[in-house]
């Protein structure tokens, strides 16, 4: 089976840097994906990491180690407007579907 | 227009009575998947169908069947509804032929269902 472990909420202020956490348990590992789902929208794609070390794209990065069996979403220059929960998922290599983590509510203050 | 479309968006049904939520796709994906959500639990996986031979069952299957009757069809049924299976439901698609793009799921709006 798998499950992912994130932190329920995080709270920052507006210009600062945050780290939200994933750690995963699997039968079988195929990469970890990070989703931002908006209070009542759908869930977007933002990162995805097949292999160790960092992604970046914009203002977010996203870092794998298999090792560790740990993730983390990193978000640069916060903004208001990325108040939002945050996914991890995985995909185990047996079934190939996606396994989502309980998510992340992010408050960013001003 | 949506890529991936569900109806309906919002439905109060009584318990016992069946309903079905439709999901339809223009992105030429050949997965497509049956997601629930409940506050503080996250998305968990009702059914996902890898092609229109294939059909599985998710993390909660129980209570749930589902159809899909074109590649780019997936519907989801509760046979007979109860209260605990009010929640929001999303539909989502992926591309196995995207080489990490099997990891993207493209998700619908979202179909809220109310159990009386």
């Known amino acids: 089976g798998q499950s992912l472990e994130q932190p329920s909420e995080v709270t920052a202020v507006e210009g600062a840097i945050v780290q939200i956490n994933c750690t995963y348990q699997t039968s079988g590992f195929y990469g970890l994906s990070w989703y931002q789902q908006h209070d009542g929208g759908a869930p977007t794609f933002l990162s995805y990491?097949?292999?160790?070390g960092l992604e970046e794209t914009g203002r977010f990065s996203s870092f794998l180690s298999r090792s560790d069996s740990y993730g983390y979403l990193l978000l640069q220059e916060l903004q208001m407007k990325d108040s939002a929960s945050y996914f991890c998922a995985a995909r185990d290599n047996q079934g190939g579907k996606l396994i989502f983590g309980q998510g992340t509510e992010l408050s960013v203050k001003p | 227009d949506a890529d991936v479309t569900q109806t309906p968006r919002n439905r109060i049904t009584k318990t016992g009575k069946r309903i079905m939520l439709e999901c339809s796709q223009t992105k030429g994906h050949d997965r497509m998947y049956w997601y629930r959500q409940d506050p503080g639990l996250g998305l968990r996986l009702i059914y996902y169908s890898f092609d229109v031979k294939d059909i599985n069952k998710g993390e909660i299957s129980d209570g749930y069947s589902v159809s899909r009757q074109a590649q780019a069809k997936f519907s989801l049924s509760l046979e007979s509804a109860i209260p605990n299976q009010t929640a929001l439901y999303f539909c989502a698609t992926s591309d196995s032929r995207a080489g990490r793009g099997a990891n993207v799921l493209t998700f619908g709006a979202g179909s809220r269902l109310t159990v009386l």
């Open positions: 990491n097949g292999l160790d």
